[in-house]
DNA sequence: TGGGATTTGTTCGTATGTATT
DNA sequence: GAATACATACGAACAAATCCC
């Protein structure tokens, strides 16, 4: 399956996808920000053919909105996407601490609390680095499982997870606490699949709620989307008006 | 997001994907048909470009294997692929019937039993439509759920299972089993979670053993994949003797 | 309201790589 | 083993749609 994490990013539409989803997790790509095919090749040296396969590809990945005839621009959830995103990766990655509970070997266990050193080296410094790697985290975790195919899917809701919190929870303050992060290690050595269950469920859930995703939407501020049933067709106010 | 389902398929790629994850599934295309892009886009009246855009977005959904500077061909699983397909796809739709089980209205409970009753009315009859049936009661099951995330992903692991039975499971014999389609709606309508999730794993088990997937790997006959540890880098063994 | 600039949709030609005789 | 046929990779260019002033 030529998905997220297979591309060994040796081909240039790979590469340009791992900077896009990257740049999008560190929140230097805004939803909604504009992403022409020229000025894409441009910025990466290739040329708009390129461009658009990789356009492709990432809205296959639901991390852009690829609308016809127009601008192609960062993916923008709705709240009931951003809210159904998360209900699934809730579910999927309890599947993964359930394949990994008492199953992680030694070296395992030493590359995961590595990586949660590196997050906690890098607290209080720039927001970019910690949301990077709070997400790979989870996908050091799923790549754990042996399971490409739920390496695939946990990778997909991640990026879109963050791509949402970027777009709903604007100060960032540690959307994944990294005490969580260790807590989660240590129940899965000692093999308790229902506390590392639990702790999961509840860690993102708390990512959850601070992007106020699992309350209620917050109030609707693109006028577009807010006037849309009240516009026919495609027609504007304006031209209504005039 | 642009996935599988969500694609109205009023654009010629999205028309052209669905015809040919329809011929995989009916099984007119089997496991390493080649997929040339010329005769792909004189077989559907477009040209290279358009054919090109279907082959890489299904490659994307792991039904098309994109080899470089090379042909095009139906994707040919390997055994573990299967098996983790097989493995994750019970776990999305253990999601799916947990999430629907009480909650079907008695409209949803006659759309499903309606087409069950397609179903039998195909069984005896040649085998295509009836695989698709199979297929697409899966997919009316995801649907229901409201989620579009679980809707792509339960989609897309169908069709890459109807891919890898095709190429595992030589005859027929109705993969799924009608009466067990019926059997699962009954326990949602009775709002029976844990008997409704032991039927759908089951069933889907069923599915598996069927294939040889939960067993021991078929005997390997390709030749090619045999002798791979056996061949340094791009060498053939012809070129090494000579 | 209209028109020019911008951007996408599509095709086609050339270069490069692969299979086969 | 080399030459030929074939298929893909990539980019340039034209047409159509959209955006913006």
Partial sequence: MAGIETQVAKDRVGMMC???RRAIVERALAPGDRLPEDALGDRFGVSRTI???VLGQLAGEGLVELRRNRIAIVATPSWEEARDTFEVRISLERLVVQRLAGRLTAEQEA???AHIDE???VRGGPEAPSIRLATEFHLLLARMTGSPVLVRYVAELGYRCALTL???SR????DCAVNEHREIVAALMAGDVDRATHLMDHHLDAVAVRAQIVAEPPRERDLRRVLAPYVTEKSTLRRRAG
């Fill in 18 to 20: 791992q900077s896009l």
């Fill in 166 to 168: 970027s777009l709903y």
């Fill in 119 to 121: 997050e906690d080296a």
């Fill in 51 to 53: 461009a658009r396969q």
């Fill in 111 to 113: 590359i995961l609390l």
């Fill in 171 to 174: 100060p960032h303050s540690s």
